[in-house]
């Protein structure tokens, strides 16, 4: 049975078992209005938003007994049309949420809403914490950090996500319950409207049309140790149409804050839409900042948001931007040359334009890594007429022999998710995917972009980790590995790379050619903003992630 079968058959009896098992509670007995978020009469000075909820299903939890005490069980809570929050050890609510163009200080929140249904000894779950992707067999924890009940808690919350070339973004939130001490209290039905103070003009956040790329302005870092390279790199990009400005880094700035000063500057003067930093991270400096998993995460971040650096909330990088790190000029030549082979279609083997490769660990739950990979490529396979080739860590051909077989006849895409060392990809059936194993992958296929969900191969120090090796490894003389790669610098969390990484693959498939590589990134970043409810964990994502390559690249 093909591995894509199974993951089908497997969630149907999963849903299927759920479903039977699951109690159903209605809020208005003898009516049948289903649950229901939208927007209602809009206009250009006030947004109206109103949701109902008619049910929700409670499925008792199995994991219960992990959390005691005399609340007696706690349920797996779902509500149709709604998110789940999921703070890690707070209890899990429905919610919904949207983006609007204003300040959180200019907004003026109006809120009505029907009384509350009590239901007696519902305790929604709290949500897990679960390992992060360098932490093999480590259990979900199920620990309730501070207090469980959020009895006067607000059925709203607003918060700032920075701006986004001058336009300043808000994120409201609608809370569709209150956890209390002896049940749960659901409100059927809450109106919500949002004006500004100052009576300017008020509208949602379009992300398909607000994201788009504004110009072709192209500005280029590079260490003057690299400099055939990065002449290299400038010529073709001038060669695609865009205008370069190309600076050495010894002759601009000392440290990473001259360097931001430096790039802001030349924002303000020319509004670029794409950069790239040509050098390791000893060539030219990336800002080091603390996140969950690191104190001294490496990220290039900073340099290409606009808003104030210690702000930390913005969620929208002005710039769209990359990295291409090499130990010699050759390294930056050679990244070229996979770049104009890709433009001119020029593989002497070009039948991997139409596969694609999904890679995934025998973990994780609601969902799995094996759910996860096929959310990821189902859209480029609808979008894209890509073939997906699956290799599940349970199956025998999960080998690094088989893995490069794949690679040999060449792909478009690749998603890996599972686990990660730095240089490997250790959740495949036998042993691990190493970098030295990218040197036996033979010329002249069809190179993948790699979006790879897993810890620590992202890092850009020249120490020969993944993502560095699949961008500069060559075989008989001739590059191979990856056209572009993207992935953590250090420790990443469990699901919020993950839905990422299945928004990429969903603005793939939906705006096939509407965007550069980057901004399909962004659209990824946006999906994770839209269906993650922790925004501390939204914006340790974007300091994680480092795209190794051409952030331009058109994905025709």
Not at 15 to 41: D, H, M, P
Not at 88 to 98: A, D, I, N, R, T
Not at 418 to 434: D, F, K, N, R, V
Not at 480 to 507: C, K, N, Q, R
Request: aromatic share 12%; proline share 4%; with cysteine.
């Amino acid at each position: 049975m093909a591995p894509a079968t199974r993951i089908l058959i497997g969630l149907f009896f999963s849903l299927w078992a759920s479903q039977i098992l699951a109690k159903t509670y209605s809020l208005n007995e003898g009516r049948s209005r289903s649950n229901s978020f939208r927007i209602v009469n809009p206009t250009t000075e006030r947004l109206y938003f109103e949701y109902y909820i008619g049910s929700f299903d409670a499925l008792k939890s199995q994991k219960s007994s992990d959390l005691g005490g005399s609340r007696g069980e706690f349920h797996d809570l779902k509500f149709k049309s709604f998110k789940m929050t999921n703070e890690e050890g707070k209890v899990s609510l429905p919610y919904q949420s949207f983006i609007v163009k204003a300040k959180k200080e200019n907004l003026i929140v109006g809120l009505k809403h029907l009384p509350g249904k009590f239901f007696k000894d519902i305790y929604s779950q709290v949500a897990p914490k679960k390992p992060c992707r360098c932490d093999k067999n480590s259990p979900i924890s199920y620990e309730i950090k501070g207090d469980y009940e959020n009895e006067s808690s607000p059925l709203y919350e607003i918060e700032s996500l920075g701006t986004y070339r001058g336009q300043a973004l808000t994120r409201v939130k609608v809370y569709g319950a209150r956890q209390r001490s002896a049940g749960i209290e659901v409100f059927p039905s809450l109106k919500l409207s949002l004006m500004t103070k100052d009576r300017s003009p008020l509208a949602l956040v379009n992300f398909k049309k607000d994201f788009k790329e504004s110009n072709r302005h192209f500005l280029i870092i590079a260490s003057k140790e690299l400099e055939e390279g990065a002449l290299e790199w400038s010529l073709f990009k001038q060669s695609q149409g865009y205008q370069v400005d190309l600076f050495y880094y010894e002759d601009i700035a000392t440290d990473a804050l001259t360097l931001q000063k430096f790039i802001r500057e030349q924002y303000k003067l020319k509004g670029h839409q794409y950069a790239v930093i040509i050098g390791h991270e000893f060539l030219v400096p990336t800002f080091y900042r603390e996140t969950s998993m690191a104190w001294d995460t490496p990220t290039d971040y900073p340099y290409f948001y606009m808003d104030n650096d210690e702000a930390r909330a913005d969620l929208f990088p002005e710039i769209f931007y990359g990295r291409v790190t090499g130990a010699t000029n050759e390294d930056i030549v050679n990244q070229v040359k996979k770049l104009k082979e890709f433009e001119n279609r020029s593989w002497r083997n070009a039948e991997g334009i139409s596969r694609s490769i999904g890679i995934a660990s025998n973990e994780g739950i609601n969902p799995t890594d094996e759910e996860y990979v096929a959310q990821m490529l189902d859209p480029l396979k609808n979008g894209h007429n890509l073939t997906p080739k699956y290799f599940f860590q349970k199956d025998p051909q999960a080998q690094v022999s088989q893995i490069n077989t794949a690679l040999n006849r060449g792909a478009y895409w690749l998603n890996y998710i599972g686990h990660g060392s730095g240089g490997s990809w250790p959740s495949i059936h036998q042993g691990e995917y190493l970098s030295s194993d990218i040197y036996q992958i033979k010329p002249g296929a069809v190179k993948p972009v790699i979006i790879d969900v897993a810890c620590q191969n992202g890092r850009f120090n020249e120490e020969g980790r993944l993502g560095e090796t699949f961008m500069n490894a060559q075989a008989s003389g001739e590059p191979v590995g990856a056209l572009s790669y993207f992935g953590g610098s250090v420790d990443i969390s469990w699901d919020p790379p993950a839905i990422m990484a299945v928004g990429i693959g969903e603005s793939m498939g939906k705006n096939r050619n509407s965007y550069s590589l980057f901004g399909h990134i962004l659209q990824g970043q946006n999906h994770l903003l839209q269906n993650y409810s922790t925004i501390e964990s939204i914006v340790e994502n974007h300091v994680w992630y480092h795209l190794l390559g051409d952030p331009s690249l058109k994905m025709r």
